[in-house]
């Protein structure tokens, strides 16, 4: 299989009509050199700091946890910064909102892999069954449910690295184009396909990715971590009186 690792993108100028045309194209986009040393410090130590609680796991290190906009105001603040949303508006309007993040590490003692996927869920304030959306299960006392495909094909989501990942520690793989078509049945047919892109992106950089692009990652070879924090975006209401758990816009605060 041919595998393409996209050049570093760290010297030249973010080109927003660039990044528009293969985010739309593509389904994802590599960028690097966006928050500096200081800022992914300060973001670690403030998950670092996060108490026990059902959405933080622990083992040595903190390597997930899930309803970041809630709990940790640093990252709700890194939601609606203009770093950020420079991968958002372009995209989607210019009140478009966070509507969920999430953190993970790959660590020693904490590794993990996936098998190629689709995001496929949103996390709501309150269960209201409705048509179109399906699997209803709570996490960490918040409701997620998979919603129609088309509503996800208008979301993106922005993963900020706060350490480089290279292709010996678990990086993000991705199947280029495969957002533009709904829910993928067939797995092998997009192997098949479309040639994975390993994206390897430095320490401060941000993978854009529409949540329906085909996605993997392999467990870290390395004794690295690799830490990221996944902030989604959307840009509409839910229908059938169904609200987004979150909702941090430019001038909004959390909930
Ligand atoms: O960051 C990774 O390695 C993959 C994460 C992922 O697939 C996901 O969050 O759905």
Redesign the pocket.
């Known amino acids: 299989m041919r595998v393409i690792v996209p050049r570093s993108e760290a010297v030249a100028r973010f080109d927003e009509h660039e990044y528009v045309t293969q985010f739309q194209r593509e389904g994802y986009y590599i960028w690097n050199g966006v928050l500096d040393d200081d800022r992914i410090a300060h973001l670690g130590e403030e998950i670092d700091r996060l108490p026990q609680g059902e959405e933080v796991r622990r083992k040595r290190n903190v390597y997930g946890v899930r309803n970041l906009l809630e709990i940790c105001p640093a990252v709700a603040a890194l939601a609606a910064d203009p770093a950020v949303r420079q991968f958002v508006t372009p995209i989607l309007k210019h009140d478009a909102f966070a509507v969920r993040a999430?953190f993970?590490d790959?660590a020693p003692g904490a590794n993990?892999?996936?098998f190629w996927?689709q995001?496929n869920v949103i996390s709501v304030r309150e269960r209201i069954d409705a048509p179109g959306f399906v699997g209803w299960s709570k996490k960490a006392e918040v409701w997620q449910v998979q919603p129609p495909a088309e509503l996800l094909s208008r979301m993106i989501?922005i993963?900020v690295h706060l350490d480089e990942?290279g292709p010996h520690n678990?990086?993000?793989?991705v199947r280029p184009g495969s957002h533009r078509c709904g829910w993928i049945d067939d797995i092998d047919e997009w192997k098949a396909q479309a040639p994975e892109i390993v994206c390897t992106v430095g320490r401060g950089g941000v993978v854009a990715m529409c949540?329906l692009t085909l996605?993997?990652?392999?467990a870290s070879e390395s004794d690295s971590h690799?830490r990221?924090i996944?902030i989604e975006f959307a840009d509409e209401e839910l229908p059938f009186g169904l609200a987004w758990n979150n909702r941090i816009g430019p001038t909004t605060s959390a909930r």
């Open positions: 999430i993970f790959k993990w892999s996936l996927h995001d989501a993963r990942s678990g990086p993000l793989r949540p996605h993997a990652s392999s690799r990221v996944h």
